[in-house]
C-alpha cells in the first residue's frame, strides 16, 4: 500500500494512520525519517557572498526535520498507548551533538528530534511503547549526487571516520529493524 501526505502537517499524518489503521488493523511501528538541509548562516558573514537564511529556509529544514517527527508521533501515539504497545524510532543525525558553521537550521533541528525522543520515551515508556533515535553520522544518498560526488564523500571518510567509509543508507534500516524487533 502506498499513501502519500505532507509529514509536516497533522491533517495528512492523521489520514495516513488512519487509512492505515483501517487496512492492517494495528500499527506496530513508526519510523520518522523525512530530512532536508540548507547550507548557509544566519545572516550574511563578513567578506562573504552567500546570504544569510531567510524565514522561509530556517521553517522549511525545521519543519522537514523536526515538525515531520512530532506529527508523525502525535498521528500514532494514542493508537499505541491504547494498545500499551509499540515502537517509534526518529531518525536524527550526528548533528544533534555538535554546531558548525551554515549548519544552524539543520543542526539545531536535529537536536530537537533527539529532545522530542527523550522527552516521548519517558512519557510513553510506562505505557509499553518504546521511543527511540538513530543518529547517523555521514550516509550520503547516492541518488541525490553525482557518481563521483559519492566517490570523494567515501573517499574523505578514510580519514575523517572511524569506520574508514561513509554509511550505506541500508544500515539505518537494519538498525530500524532490529530497534523495532523483540531483542530491540
Not at 20 to 44: H, M, S, W, Y
Not at 99 to 112: I, N, T, V
Amino acid at each position: 500500500m502506498a499513501l502519500t501526505g505532507d509529514a509536516t502537517k497533522s491533517a495528512d499524518m492523521d489520514d495516513i494512520v488512519s487509512v492505515t489503521l483501517k487496512e492492517f488493523g494495528q500499527i506496530d511501528t513508526l519510523v520518522n525519517c523525512v530530512g532536508d538541509a540548507i547550507r548557509k548562516p544566519v545572516v550574511k558573514l563578513p567578506g562573504s557572498d552567500l546570504e544569510g537564511m531567510s524565514d522561509e529556509e530556517w521553517h522549511f529544514i525545521v519543519d522537514i526535520n523536526l515538525t515531520e517527527a512530532f506529527q508523525g508521533c502525535r498521528a500514532i501515539g494514542r493508537h499505541m498507548l491504547d494498545r500499551r504497545k509499540g515502537n517509534v524510532i526518529n531518525i536524527s543525525g550526528w548533528a544533534a551533538f555538535r554546531g558548525r558553521p551554515e549548519s544552524a537550521a539543520y543542526d539545531a533541528s536535529k537536536a530537537g528530534v533527539m529532545r522530542l525522543t527523550e522527552c516521548l520515551a519517558q512519557e510513553w515508556a510506562p505505557f509499553g511503547v518504546r521511543v527511540n533515535s538513530i543518529a547517523p553520522g555521514s550516509f550520503p544518498d547516492p541518488a541525490q549526487m553525482s557518481e563521483s560526488e559519492y566517490q570523494a564523500r567515501d573517499e574523505g571518510a578514510k580519514t575523517q571516520v572511524p569506520l574508514g567509509r561513509v554509511g550505506r543508507l541500508k544500515e539505518i534500516g537494519y538498525l530500524s529493524v532490529f530497534l523495532a524487533s523483540p531483542a530491540g
